[in-house]
């Protein structure tokens, strides 16, 4: 290695690390790989960047999102009661002219804007439900394109129920075979509650069929009736699928009352599952019936973090029927736990950073290509800040994304210019 220059060498970054505070360190890059962290490196790189002062960490995970819909708000109209109910009646009437080109276009502006701002990881739902199956074919079509910059999981997700129309039953399990990464479902918006628990099952024996991931989206809803996160554990323990299981947004666990929530939790804690929210869309969608006090609709995630839980956050939506804000910025959606979830303490503020790091790696299953570390591929970010709090405080710029050892994106920070 020493005649042979490097392809990246980073300079003096504060590497952040998963537990402890930062180090400063020089990184080396070559053939795709990290192949050298410490104080000092020796030699020289293609690109060698100057980063001293600068934070260097794992890229972003998103671990929930919805290409398929993103881009599309106020069309073919507007959700005007923000509810979640009025947005899938009106992703309802858009997908009825879906098309392959159209869905792998919006996706794939997606990505390029989340990639853009570190996010080098994604979980994205397709909608299986209706007629078609055109979404999952573009969102795996995406998959294929993107791979070399991007690791994209896609979840065959049924939007309509998987009892909720006649063909969606064949629709998930035909979804399967086309080889989606991860089987969802939405056992709260099933026709009914026996068909919700049938659901759950039934996405067990998908999983267990074709070897694939689950990831529910489980209780959105603000019912504390809504029980079917004790569904999902109680098949997660029997089954032994623990942590390839994740219950996505579980917004009605924010209004179930303490006693049944208390041991709720002893069960969550033998699952071992995942746990994502969604605080940017779940904040403005849920509590829409209450008047006052009117609740936050979030999951408890400062207490399934305090109980050693896995916890990660999603965008969830990008300008769409449900959340027509946001850019794709997992700082915007970190903060924002910060203020929904009450996590202002500092270990607090930190796990909200890891929640969309760490957490949301482990969540995708590919804790094992994941890191700053040597021999992991090189799959890092560097942001303009000092630490995790700064960089949630500020939505720090990500300066940098190198991918897959490959420098693909740069932004300068903005520079204040004082004219008074
Ligand atoms: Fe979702």
Same mark, same amino acid.
Not at 13 to 33: P, S, W
Not at 105 to 115: C, E, H, V, W
């Given at each position: 290695?020493?005649?042979?220059?490097?392809?990246?060498?980073?300079?003096?970054?504060?590497?952040?690390?998963?537990?402890?505070?930062?180090?400063?360190?020089?990184?080396?890059?070559?053939?795709?790989?990290?192949?050298?962290?410490?104080?000092?490196?020796?030699?020289?790189?293609?690109?060698?960047?100057?980063?001293?002062?600068?934070?260097?960490?794992?890229?972003?995970?998103?671990?929930?999102?919805?290409?398929?819909?993103?881009?599309?708000?106020?069309?073919?109209?507007?959700?005007?009661?923000?509810?979640?109910?009025?947005?899938?009646?009106?992703?309802?009437?858009?997908?009825?002219?879906?098309?392959?080109?159209?869905?792998?276009?919006?996706?794939?502006?997606?990505?390029?804007?989340?990639?853009?701002? +570190?996010?080098?990881?994604?979980? *994205? #739902?397709?909608?299986?439900? $209706? %007629?078609?199956?055109? =979404?999952?074919?573009?969102? @795996?079509?995406?998959?294929?394109?993107?791979?070399?910059?991007?690791?994209?999981?896609?979840?065959?997700?049924?939007?309509?129920?998987?009892?909720?129309?006649?063909?969606?039953?064949?629709?998930?399990?035909?979804?399967?075979?086309?080889?989606?990464?991860?089987?969802?479902?939405?056992?709260?918006?099933?026709?009914?509650?026996?068909?919700?628990?049938?659901?759950?099952?039934?996405?067990?024996?998908?999983?267990?069929?074709?070897?694939?991931?689950?990831?529910?989206?489980?209780?959105?809803?603000?019912?504390?009736?809504?029980?079917?996160?004790?569904?999902?554990?109680?098949?997660?323990?029997?089954?032994?699928? +623990?942590?390839?299981?994740?219950? *996505? #947004?579980?917004?009605?666990? $924010? %209004?179930?009352?303490? =006693?049944?929530?208390?041991? @709720?939790?002893?069960?969550?804690?033998?699952?071992?599952?995942?746990?994502?929210?969604?605080?940017?869309?779940?904040?403005?969608?849920?509590?829409?019936?209450?008047?006052?006090?009117?609740?936050?609709?979030?999951?408890?995630?400062?207490?399934?973090?305090?109980?050693?839980?896995?916890?990660?956050?999603?965008?969830?939506?990008?300008?769409?029927?449900?959340?027509?804000?946001?850019?794709?910025?997992?700082?915007?959606?970190?903060?924002?736990?910060?203020?929904?979830?009450?996590?202002?303490?500092?270990?607090?503020?930190?796990?909200?950073?890891?929640?969309?790091?760490?957490?949301?790696?482990?969540?995708?299953?590919?804790?094992?290509?994941?890191?700053?570390?040597?021999?992991?591929?090189?799959?890092?970010?560097?942001?303009?800040?000092?630490?995790?709090?700064?960089?949630?405080?500020?939505?720090?710029?990500?300066?940098?994304?190198?991918?897959?050892?490959?420098?693909?994106?740069?932004?300068?920070?903005?520079?204040?210019?004082?004219?008074?």
């Amino acid at each position: 290695m020493s005649d042979q220059p490097y392809d990246i060498l980073l300079r003096q970054g504060r590497l952040l690390c998963a537990v402890d505070r930062v180090e400063q360190v020089d990184v080396a890059i070559h053939n795709g790989k990290i192949v050298a962290v410490a104080p000092s490196i020796e030699g020289t790189a293609v690109l060698e960047l100057d980063v001293a002062n600068q934070l260097v960490s794992p890229p972003f995970v998103e671990s929930h999102i919805h290409l398929d819909s993103a881009m599309t708000a106020g069309n073919p109209r507007w959700n005007q009661s923000g509810t979640l109910f009025e947005g899938i009646e009106i992703w309802r009437e858009y997908k009825q002219s879906l098309s392959l080109d159209n869905v792998k276009q919006r996706a794939i502006a997606t990505l390029k804007q989340q990639a853009a701002q +570190g996010v080098l990881f994604v979980r *994205s #739902h397709a909608d299986v439900s $209706g %007629s078609s199956l055109t =979404a999952l074919q573009a969102l @795996l079509e995406v998959r294929e394109e993107v791979k070399d910059w991007m690791t994209l999981q896609v979840v065959a997700f049924p939007q309509d129920g998987i009892y909720g129309g006649a063909k969606n039953e064949s629709l998930i399990e035909e979804a399967m075979k086309m080889g989606t990464d991860v089987v969802g479902g939405i056992p709260h918006y099933e026709l009914t509650r026996e068909d919700g628990v049938r659901s759950v099952h039934r996405i067990f024996e998908l999983a267990e069929q074709y070897d694939r991931l689950i990831d529910i989206h489980c209780d959105e809803i603000d019912d504390d009736q809504s029980r079917f996160l004790e569904v999902v554990a109680a098949c997660a323990i029997r089954q032994e699928m +623990g942590s390839r299981v994740t219950a *996505s #947004h579980t917004t009605a666990f $924010g %209004s179930y009352n303490n =006693a049944y929530a208390f041991k @709720l939790m002893g069960f969550l804690q033998r699952t071992q599952i995942n746990f994502i929210a969604n605080p940017l869309i779940n904040i403005t969608l849920q509590g829409r019936t209450d008047t006052y006090p009117k609740r936050r609709g979030v999951t408890r995630v400062k207490e399934l973090w305090q109980q050693g839980m896995n916890v990660s956050l999603g965008h969830d939506c990008v300008q769409d029927p449900w959340y027509s804000l946001g850019t794709g910025n997992m700082l915007d959606v970190a903060s924002m736990a910060v203020h929904v979830c009450q996590m202002t303490g500092m270990s607090e503020v930190e796990a909200c950073y890891n929640m969309v790091t760490w957490h949301g790696a482990k969540t995708l299953n590919v804790e094992d290509q994941y890191g700053v570390e040597v021999g992991k591929p090189a799959n890092l970010i560097v942001l303009d800040a000092d630490d995790r709090y700064d960089a949630i405080r500020r939505r720090a710029t990500v300066q940098y994304v190198i991918s897959n050892g490959k420098l693909l994106a740069q932004t300068q920070p903005p520079q204040i210019q004082w004219k008074g």
